[in-house]
């Protein structure tokens, strides 16, 4: 775990900027994974982004990868709640929610947050030791993904044909490659969620006719 900061004699406004710090740290190994990588990430760069000395980031984290943890739970646990937050707002079928889910995972990975597209890109990246600490948030993100997917099957908006679990880590893995090669001169963001809903959707809907 992070080592915890040292006792100040200056009182709590030097543990509040020595926290603001370390979340400065955290959110700098976030910007320089999601555009490095895990084998890219470099302490000297986030020091560069965090406008700290690369020797001060030991204060808060032992070593690199320490560090890319923290980035990476804080990441998953954003993506789950930014998820979360468009899905409480949302109205319709289940196929309309799955829509929102879609726009809402593409709008978090290629722009809103840099933790989470960390995380999302990041994990696969994760020797197995790291990746098996953040397994369980993995899956909690999956999980509210089969529970959409669930809820179109029952109520007969999806093709019975179709192994849901199959069809859910391809839509999955889709999205989540569009991190690879998307950017804003390639088409906005709208067009790619546009997009993106219309493959999902029709591919998965069940045909009524």
């Given at each position: 775990?992070?080592?915890?900061?040292?006792?100040?004699?200056?009182?709590?406004?030097?543990?509040?900027?020595?926290?603001?710090?370390?979340?400065?740290?955290?959110?700098?190994?976030?910007?320089?994974?999601?555009?490095?990588?895990?084998?890219?990430?470099?302490?000297s760069?986030?020091?560069?982004?965090?406008?700290?000395?690369?020797?001060?980031?030991?204060?808060?984290?032992?070593?690199r990868?320490?560090?890319?943890?923290?980035?990476?739970?804080?990441?998953?646990?954003?993506?789950?709640?930014?998820?979360?937050?468009?899905?409480?707002?949302a109205?319709?079928?289940?196929?309309?929610?799955?829509?929102?889910?879609?726009?809402?995972?593409?709008?978090?990975?290629?722009?809103?947050?840099?933790?989470?597209?960390a995380?999302?890109?990041?994990?696969?990246?994760?020797?197995?030791?790291?990746?098996?600490?953040?397994?369980q948030?993995?899956?909690?993100?999956?999980?509210?993904?089969?529970?959409?997917?669930?809820?179109?099957?029952?109520?007969?908006?999806?093709?019975?044909?179709?192994?849901?679990g199959?069809?859910?880590m391809?839509?999955?893995?889709?999205?989540?490659?569009?991190?690879?090669?998307?950017?804003?001169?390639?088409?906005?963001?709208?067009?790619?969620?546009?997009?993106?809903q219309?493959?999902?959707?029709?591919?998965?809907?069940?045909?009524?006719?």
């Amino acid at each position: 775990m992070p080592a915890s900061p040292a006792p100040s004699s200056e009182g709590t406004g030097r543990g509040t900027k020595s926290a603001r710090t370390r979340r400065r740290v955290v959110d700098a190994a976030a910007h320089v994974l999601v555009r490095r990588g895990y084998a890219g990430t470099r302490l000297s760069d986030v020091a560069a982004v965090a406008q700290v000395q690369a020797p001060a980031i030991y204060y808060y984290f032992s070593s690199r990868d320490e560090l890319i943890e923290e980035a990476v739970a804080v990441g998953l646990a954003r993506a789950r709640t930014l998820v979360e937050e468009a899905l409480a707002e949302a109205d319709g079928s289940p196929l309309d929610r799955l829509r929102v889910a879609v726009a809402a995972h593409l709008s978090t990975l290629l722009t809103h947050s840099d933790h989470a597209a960390a995380a999302i890109r990041t994990v696969p990246q994760l020797p197995e030791s790291m990746r098996a600490r953040h397994r369980q948030a993995e899956r909690d993100y999956v999980e509210i993904w089969r529970g959409l997917v669930a809820e179109a099957r029952a109520a007969g908006e999806i093709d019975r044909d179709l192994d849901p679990g199959v069809a859910l880590m391809v839509v999955l893995g889709a999205l989540n490659w569009t991190a690879e090669w998307w950017d804003p001169g390639r088409g906005s963001l709208e067009g790619i969620i546009a997009t993106a809903q219309r493959l999902v959707v029709d591919g998965l809907a069940a045909d009524h006719e």
